[in-house]
């Protein structure tokens, strides 16, 4: 019986199938991703993925910050009280929420790299739309938007992480908080100089363009090797493998590339296997309650330092000449940033890189879990330390250490992570996570803007409390990744 070129072919592939999937001749040299990964070692490939990948957090510290800086502009153009200042903060990170697990979902479906690209699409293109929104309705929805695209931006840390060998991960990543230090910072300082010269729409467009070219620079970058053998694709995480050894002046293990292929994509239920079920449990808690305290440090310091609540002082504040206006006095407390509150800004913005040699040296030799437990004790102590009477040096000192607090916090438990989970969910259980880290974010407004006004001494309470129930559960973290291999399915 005679076969059409059309089953030769079909043939032919099976066989090739067939072929791919047999076991490697008995005495044949094997190796795994892991032992890839740990032989190439680090290298030039590895200082390019940390500066571009790493630029991700300029660009996400630009948006998220950019509300901290405009707020005060949109109040006094559309002539809005406090809630509903406080409810733009809210929308952005409720739009970070939803997207966080979808797009963890789709990137351990379709990728990292695709899912990345899509999200700074997505952020530059409503980022830009914000700038022309002609009403308050308009800015909170295009806000929610841009806060939807900057959560895949997640995967950057992800690909980073994925790539670096065992021994470099708890150096390399918490040296990322630079960037975002850096973005933070670039927002402050444009900010200052923009805002009372062209106004806050230029701000937004010009805070858009490190995005748009980030983007252009992202075809350097290839795929997650270990996503493709995840998938099943091996050749491709051979092909990228041995480009990074080239880069590197490394030479390849000897054998062939032996993982488990086309494991599923992550799944919600696999969150809740018994394996992981207690794990991601106090992960999530973490989450919540490290974002709950570092973006309620970030609102308070506004507050403390505009309307003087310290020690319950019913002495009016000083304000700036620049808000000191008709529009200052108004029920809608209209007040603009003047060159005083811009340089407190960049006072305790720069906090956020104090303790990161101390933050890298525990991370490294106390481990993720005591770690944490220590930074989030520690935080707890200094919200309580904020209600000390005391000179405004030492209120912008408390609120320096804070700031270096929270952002350990959050160092150590991305690393924890994307550490603790398996490739086939790391992207799910990272982006379920900064779901729950973002709720957290939406209740900090309210409790910083509105209940810190009525109650100082309360609200002060409530933040030290939630650290307290943040340090418990890292300290009681069922597993300890320091030094350990990333698991790729479980």
Same mark, same amino acid.
């Given at each position: 019986?005679?076969?059409?070129?059309?089953?030769?072919?079909?043939?032919?592939?099976?066989?090739?199938?067939?072929?791919?999937?047999?076991?490697?001749?008995?005495?044949?040299?094997?190796?795994?991703?892991?032992?890839?990964?740990?032989?190439?070692?680090?290298?030039?490939?590895?200082?390019?993925?940390?500066?571009?990948?790493?630029?991700?957090?300029?660009?996400?510290?630009?948006?998220?910050?950019?509300?901290?800086?405009?707020?005060?502009?949109?109040?006094?153009?559309?002539?809005?009280?406090?809630?509903?200042?406080?409810?733009?903060?809210?929308?952005?990170?409720?739009?970070?929420?939803?997207?966080?697990?979808?797009?963890?979902?789709?990137?351990? =479906?379709?990728?990292?790299?695709?899912?990345?690209?899509?999200?700074?699409?997505?952020?530059?293109?409503?980022?830009?739309?914000?700038?022309?929104?002609?009403?308050?309705?308009?800015?909170?929805?295009?806000?929610?938007?841009?806060?939807?695209?900057?959560?895949?931006?997640?995967?950057?840390?992800?690909?980073?992480?994925?790539?670096?060998?065992?021994?470099?991960?708890?150096?390399?990543?918490?040296?990322?908080?630079?960037?975002?230090?850096?973005?933070?910072?670039?927002?402050?300082?444009?900010?200052?100089?923009?805002?009372?010269?062209?106004?806050?729409?230029?701000?937004?467009?010009?805070?858009?363009?490190?995005?748009?070219?980030?983007?252009?620079?992202?075809?350097?970058?290839?795929?997650?090797?270990?996503?493709?053998?995840?998938?099943?694709?091996?050749?491709?995480?051979?092909?990228?493998?041995?480009?990074?050894?080239?880069?590197?002046?490394?030479?390849?293990?000897?054998?062939?590339? =032996?993982?488990?292929?086309?494991?599923?994509?992550?799944?919600?239920?696999?969150?809740?296997?018994?394996?992981?079920?207690?794990?991601?449990?106090?992960?999530?808690?973490?989450?919540?309650?490290?974002? +709950?305290?570092?973006?309620?440090?970030?609102?308070?310091?506004?507050?403390?330092?505009?309307?003087?609540?310290?020690?319950?002082?019913?002495?009016?504040?000083?304000?700036?000449?620049?808000?000191?206006?008709?529009?200052?006095?108004?029920?809608?407390?209209? =007040?603009?940033?003047?060159?005083?509150?811009?340089?407190?800004?960049?006072?305790?913005?720069?906090?956020?890189?104090?303790?990161?040699?101390?933050?890298?040296?525990?991370?490294?030799?106390?481990?993720?879990?005591?770690?944490?437990?220590?930074?989030?004790?520690?935080?707890?102590?200094? +919200?309580?330390?904020?209600?000390?009477?005391?000179?405004?040096?030492?209120?912008?000192?408390?609120?320096?250490?804070?700031?270096?607090?929270?952002?350990?916090?959050?160092?150590?438990?991305?690393?924890?992570?994307?550490?603790?989970?398996?490739?086939?969910?790391?992207?799910?259980?990272?982006?379920?996570?900064?779901?729950?880290?973002?709720?957290?974010?939406?209740?900090?407004?309210?409790?910083?803007?509105?209940?810190?006004?009525?109650?100082?001494?309360?609200?002060?309470?409530?933040?030290?409390?939630?650290?307290?129930?943040?340090?418990?559960?890292?300290?009681?973290?069922?597993?300890?990744?320091?030094?350990?291999?990333?698991?790729?399915?479980?």
């Amino acid at each position: 019986m005679t076969t059409t070129p059309k089953e030769a072919e079909n043939a032919v592939g099976l066989e090739e199938i067939h072929t791919e999937r047999q076991e490697p001749p008995r005495g044949q040299k094997t190796f795994t991703m892991q032992e890839a990964v740990e032989t190439i070692g680090f290298g030039r490939f590895h200082i390019v993925l940390f500066l571009i990948m790493g630029s991700t957090g300029v660009v996400e510290a630009m948006e998220i910050m950019l509300i901290a800086v405009v707020s005060p502009l949109i109040r006094c153009e559309w002539q809005l009280q406090d809630w509903q200042v406080a409810l733009v903060t809210t929308m952005v990170f409720f739009g970070y929420t939803v997207f966080s697990i979808v797009l963890g979902l789709l990137a351990d =479906r379709y990728g990292r790299w695709k899912i990345l690209l899509l999200s700074f699409l997505w952020a530059s293109y409503f980022s830009l739309l914000t700038s022309f929104a002609p009403s308050y309705i308009w800015f909170v929805f295009l806000r929610a938007m841009v806060g939807g695209g900057v959560a895949g931006h997640a995967q950057g840390l992800i690909i980073k992480m994925e790539f670096l060998p065992t021994k470099y991960r708890g150096y390399m990543l918490p040296l990322s908080q630079v960037f975002w230090l850096a973005g933070s910072l670039l927002i402050v300082g444009l900010a200052s100089v923009v805002n009372p010269t062209i106004g806050w729409r230029w701000l937004i467009r010009i805070a858009s363009i490190p995005g748009i070219l980030l983007i252009l620079v992202f075809k350097f970058i290839p795929e997650s090797a270990r996503y493709n053998v995840s998938t099943g694709n091996v050749a491709a995480a051979l092909a990228t493998l041995r480009k990074i050894a080239k880069m590197n002046g490394a030479t390849m293990p000897e054998g062939v590339l =032996r993982e488990p292929t086309k494991e599923r994509g992550g799944r919600f239920k696999d969150l809740i296997h018994p394996k992981y079920l207690r794990t991601t449990l106090q992960i999530w808690i973490i989450w919540l309650g490290i974002a +709950f305290a570092y973006y309620g440090v970030i609102l308070a310091s506004a507050e403390l330092l505009e309307r003087d609540l310290i020690c319950g002082s019913t002495v009016p504040p000083v304000r700036d000449a620049v808000g000191d206006s008709e529009e200052s006095h108004s029920p809608c407390h209209c =007040r603009l940033f003047g060159p005083a509150a811009y340089q407190t800004m960049i006072i305790s913005t720069v906090g956020e890189i104090a303790l990161n040699p101390l933050n890298i040296l525990g991370i490294n030799f106390l481990g993720r879990r005591l770690s944490l437990c220590v930074t989030m004790g520690c935080t707890a102590l200094f +919200f309580l330390l904020l209600n000390i009477c005391t000179s405004s040096t030492g209120t912008t000192g408390f609120l320096f250490m804070l700031r270096a607090l929270v952002s350990a916090n959050f160092n150590t438990i991305y690393i924890y992570t994307a550490e603790v989970y398996p490739t086939t969910m790391r992207a799910l259980g990272m982006g379920t996570s900064g779901s729950l880290c973002r709720v957290g974010a939406m209740v900090a407004p309210f409790i910083s803007q509105v209940l810190m006004s009525a109650s100082f001494i309360g609200a002060l309470c409530l933040f030290s409390s939630v650290c307290i129930v943040c340090a418990i559960s890292a300290f009681t973290l069922p597993i300890e990744t320091k030094g350990r291999a990333l698991q790729v399915c479980i």
